[in-house]
């Protein structure tokens, strides 16, 4: 069994908000992908609703997931995008199926 782990989250935000939240985003990114157990960590935009942000994620482990939702540019994003969410954050952690 592998300890790889992927990561779904699907953000919602205020249609009036979209722009914010896509800047507040960039910024995690950026030094998301800086960490040492993350494999890939790729945001796309719905075409149908741009307030609505898909996190596609891959990470070594759950300790380097968990390690990654305490990191201060993860904390600030949450911190950032929590007044103008739409919906509550959904995230799915996935065992590869087939």
């Known amino acids: 069994m592998t300890t790889e782990l992927s990561v779904v989250a699907v953000v919602d935000v205020k249609a009036d908000k979209a722009d914010k939240a896509a800047e507040i985003i960039r910024a995690c990114v950026i030094e998301t992908r800086k960490e040492p ?4 960590y790729t945001i796309s935009r719905d075409r149908e609703r741009s307030s609505r942000f898909i996190f596609t994620e891959r990470w070594a482990g759950n300790d380097a ?34």
């Open 37 to 40: 157990g993350c494999l890939s």
């Open 65 to 98: 997931f968990e390690a990654h939702v305490n990191t201060p540019h993860f904390l600030a994003m949450a911190e950032g995008l929590t007044p103008d969410l739409e919906a509550p954050l959904a995230v799915y952690k996935l065992d590869t199926f087939i």
